[in-house]
């Protein structure tokens, strides 16, 4: 049986140890912002971070989904397993101040925080008389690629089997690294208000993701623009097509489709034969995400129609809807409130972004709260930068850590009521069942 010091003591400790012990944890931040990566591709994040979980003298599995890995803090008497997770990618950014100069990859989501506020978390729980009085385990859990950027080279990679879910955590849920979690969570930072404060519940939508390719025929565009088929042209109506959709949404189904062409024909004299789109289809539920991707792939084959071109449409597993626990959120926004105020802790809403921390809440309880400490016209702009570490990463990684005290303190008498309580919208089999029959990959021709 763990031992019998109160929670309040405890969390006490935790948050002064972070205080006092936690410079590797903006260290580690910091270095990560110096090299971001995107996902999949996280060398040298990967490294470092797992060099700062080993000096604190924990064994790391590596190179799970790719470049991810996990390590264990052990309570004094066994109990539930609590996984503190942190992402490890960047996502593209031309013009971002620390973009780095050959792909654009900037942290401009502040995924290097996370890795920070994580070991914080970690740093805090290591503080003395702590973990001896827990009972369970707290799993850190560093995963690639949160951010659903460079779909056709991550669909190759899935081709060639080395992936098969474009998104590290469905990855890790795939190889079974949650079998063994019964609660998640992890701290994300936001330019939203407060910017000096926490933003606790709320939701966010799911997507699906699509990769499509308009195949037409080339020919001269000046000369010989007749004998030619323009994919240029039926992208553009396919386009058009989407955009006539958009009144036939509800608006509590927050819908979101935002087509992007990554590729638009070859020479300006041709007629345009190969063009590519990316776009998501993001909604609330699943159903309103399944009703929008046939819409959309309905315009997607007018527009083909409508030229006499072919198009192929690879539609893509991405994510599922966020779904805090609401006890967690209250634990949390408590612990929020004793570091900052409660004036400074705010209930967030509905919420237009997509996470794949949203499917490990449709399976097990978890709570995915926003921190402040950046600024910025919003996440993913050219001008979001961290400016508070001590906020993004000191405090979110104490209130992370002072949550994990009130779940797994007395026995663990918390996070068993949690997990008791809880009901879990679907199985790890029909998760993977359901996000396995989004995949489909079909080609239309008139």
Not at 25 to 48: F, M, N, Q, V, W
Not at 232 to 247: D, K, T, V
Not at 342 to 349: A, K, M
Not at 363 to 384: C, F, K, L, T, W
């Amino acid at each position: 049986m763990a031992t019998s010091r109160t929670a309040v003591d405890l969390k006490d400790a935790v948050s002064e140890h972070i205080s006092s012990h936690g410079a590797p944890a903006i260290d580690l931040a910091r270095a990560a912002l110096s090299h971001p990566e995107t996902g999949y591709k996280e060398i040298k994040t990967a490294a470092a971070t797992a060099a700062a979980i080993r000096s604190l003298g924990l064994d790391v599995r590596e190179d799970i989904a790719v470049t991810g890995m996990t390590a264990t803090l052990r309570g004094g008497s066994p109990g539930p397993n609590i996984a503190i997770l942190a992402e490890l990618d960047a996502l593209p950014v031309p013009g971002h101040p620390n973009a780095d100069p050959d792909t654009t990859a900037a942290h401009a989501c502040a995924h290097h925080c996370q890795l920070g506020n994580m070991l914080a978390a970690a740093i805090g729980l290591q503080a003395p008389g702590v973990l001896e009085s827990l009972s369970g385990s707290v799993t850190l859990m560093v995963v690639p690629a949160e951010e659903y950027v460079e779909i056709e080279w991550r669909n190759e990679q899935r081709m060639a089997g080395r992936i098969e879910f474009l998104g590290g955590k469905p990855e890790f849920v795939r190889l079974g690294e949650l079998d063994d979690v019964d609660i998640c969570m992890m701290t994300h930072v936001t330019t939203e208000d407060p910017h000096d404060g926490f933003g606790v519940g709320g939701t966010n939508t799911g997507l699906v993701a699509k990769f499509v390719r308009f195949k037409g025929v080339k020919s001269h565009a000046g000369g010989a623009p007749h004998l030619g088929i323009n994919a240029l042209n039926a992208a553009h109506l396919a386009i058009a097509g989407i955009h006539a959709q958009r009144e036939t949404y509800k608006d509590g189904d927050t819908i979101r489709v935002h087509p992007i062409i990554t590729r638009g024909g070859s020479v300006v004299n041709a007629v345009p034969d190969d063009v590519r789109m990316e776009t998501f289809v993001r909604g609330a539920n699943i159903n309103a995400i399944k009703s929008a991707n046939e819409k959309v792939d309905r315009a997607l084959r007018a527009g083909a129609l409508a030229v006499g071109a072919t198009v192929e449409i690879t539609t893509l597993p991405g994510y599922l809807p966020l779904a805090p626990n609401p006890t967690l959120t209250v634990l949390h926004r408590a612990n929020a409130e004793t570091l900052v105020g409660s004036e400074r802790v705010r209930e967030f809403g509905r919420r237009g972004g997509s996470t794949d921390m949203g499917d490990l809440t449709q399976m097990m309880p978890g709570i995915h709260p926003y921190v402040g400490g950046a600024v910025g016209r919003s996440n993913h702009a050219e001008d979001m930068v961290v400016d508070d570490y001590n906020l993004a990463v000191l405090d979110a990684g104490k209130a992370m850590a002072m949550t994990v005290v009130d779940l797994l303190s007395d026995d663990a008498t918390e996070a068993t009521r949690v997990i008791s309580e809880h009901k879990p919208a679907m199985t790890k089999d029909e998760y993977l069942d359901l996000q396995r029959a989004f995949l489909s990959e079909r080609s239309y021709t008139e």
